[in-house]
């Protein structure tokens, strides 16, 4: 017997139902063991994390800058204040009633000396209003943080101090206003703008090339708090640092909650991550001193592609144990030191 027109509806209806109730490729209902995470976040942004395997001490180097910026704006601001105070009380006193130095009387003075008295001020207050406004704000979000900015640089250090492995959480800026629904208007420009920020932000280049802190520019933030926090809870095992090797990003959908995006697909996902690889070996090898090791390993690899008769299985293995001995006679084991700082035996998609 045929089937109902009604059952035929219903078993029609019901992928479609089922398609509609997951998020589309590649965004993905962030995981619940990511909630002590991500409940700490604002909803209106989107955020990047990421580990910054760079050595402590060029990190300590990058630091070093900002802080003794700020502390010579802050120095000259000091002085500025010891150097004008007595200016301003001066004519505070004058505009009491209380004549003094700065009273000026218009009657006994020249109109050009009038008017270089009153421009002389003027450009006294908006030189003062100019450091004040824009200027006195530098050192104190640097170390007290503000109202639009969670946390702050001093904060983030004191807390987790200078670490061979740190956890970076960028946060969105403007823009994250203006791009809409991402995940339900899949072909709008908002969502190409979107993948165009995460793109130019996960690059492996940028990831290995800049220490967590240039990470910030015109389209992200960095979240002190929130680094604060994903620190905290891998320090107390509630999450592993594995958890953001791989850059997670994080968005609120008013539909599906917290998402994540699947950075491990599309063709290019691959060379991606081989490239991040080939960058952190690198890094490895630079905190030893054997940095050297690395172009030397560089150059045979490309001398040997480059031999008539390609790069044959046999050629591999003769390539490969070529390697190890350079490596061997510098005191290293490839294999090992390969696994210790990239954390797996082989180049991605090469196993």
Same mark, same amino acid.
């Given at each position: 017997m045929a089937p109902s027109k009604k059952a035929s509806k219903a078993s029609s209806s019901s992928p479609t139902t089922a398609a509609s109730s997951a998020p589309p490729k590649p965004f993905k209902v962030a995981p619940d063991s990511l909630k002590p995470f991500f409940s700490d976040l604002s909803k209106k942004h989107i955020y990047i994390a990421h580990v910054d395997t760079k050595p402590r001490d060029f990190k300590l180097k990058i630091f070093l800058v900002p802080v003794a910026m700020n502390m010579v704006v802050a120095l000259l601001f000091a002085w500025r204040i010891y150097y004008i105070a007595p200016y301003y009380l001066l004519l505070l006193a004058s505009t009491l009633g209380y004549s003094n130095e700065l009273t000026l009387q218009a009657s006994e003075l020249t109109y050009s000396a009038l +008017? !270089?008295?009153?421009?002389?001020?003027?450009?006294?207050?908006? +030189?003062?209003?100019?450091?004040?406004?824009?200027?006195?704000?530098?050192?104190?979000?640097? $170390?007290?943080?503000?109202?639009?900015?969670?946390?702050?640089p001093v904060g983030w250090r004191w807390a987790v101090g200078f670490r061979d492995k740190e956890i970076y959480l960028r946060r969105s800026r403007d823009w994250d206003k203006t791009i809409g629904d991402v995940i339900v208007d899949d072909n709008g420009s908002g969502r190409n703008e979107f993948f165009s920020h995460l793109n130019s932000a996960t690059s492996p280049?940028?990831?290995?090339?800049?220490?967590? !802190?240039?990470?910030?520019?015109?389209?992200w933030d960095l979240?002190? $708090?929130?680094?604060?926090? $994903?620190? @905290?809870?891998?320090?107390?095992?509630? +999450?592993?640092?594995?958890?953001?090797?791989?850059?997670?990003? +994080?968005?609120?959908?008013?539909?599906?909650?917290?998402?994540?995006?699947?950075?491990?697909?599309?063709?290019?996902?691959?060379?991606?991550?081989?490239?991040?690889?080939?960058?952190?070996?690198?890094?490895?090898?630079?905190?030893?001193? =054997?940095?050297?090791?690395?172009?030397?390993?560089?150059?045979?690899?490309?001398?040997?592609?480059?031999?008539?008769?390609?790069?044959?299985?046999?050629? @591999?293995?003769?390539?490969?144990? =070529?390697?190890?001995?350079?490596?061997?006679?510098?005191?290293?084991?490839?294999?090992?030191?390969?696994?210790?700082?990239?954390?797996s035996a082989s180049l991605a998609g090469m196993d």
């Open positions: +008017l !270089y008295a009153i421009l002389r001020r003027t450009f006294t207050f908006f +030189l003062d209003f100019l450091l004040g406004v824009f200027v006195w704000p530098w050192p104190v979000e640097f $170390a007290f943080g503000s109202a639009m900015r969670r946390g702050s280049m940028l990831l290995q090339e800049k220490t967590g !802190y240039l990470t910030m520019n015109g389209e979240d002190w $708090a929130g680094m604060v926090h $994903a620190t @905290q809870l891998v320090d107390n095992k509630v +999450l592993a640092m594995d958890t953001f090797t791989t850059p997670l990003v +994080l968005l609120h959908n008013g539909r599906f909650g917290w998402m994540c995006v699947d950075m491990n697909t599309g063709a290019n996902a691959k060379e991606d991550e081989r490239r991040r690889q080939v960058f952190q070996f690198r890094d490895a090898l630079a905190a030893v001193g =054997k940095e050297n090791l690395f172009f030397r390993w560089i150059e045979i690899v490309q001398f040997e592609t480059s031999q008539p008769g390609g790069f044959t299985g046999k050629k @591999q293995i003769e390539t490969a144990q =070529k390697i190890r001995d350079l490596f061997k006679e510098e005191g290293i084991d490839f294999d090992e030191f390969w696994m210790q700082s990239v954390g």
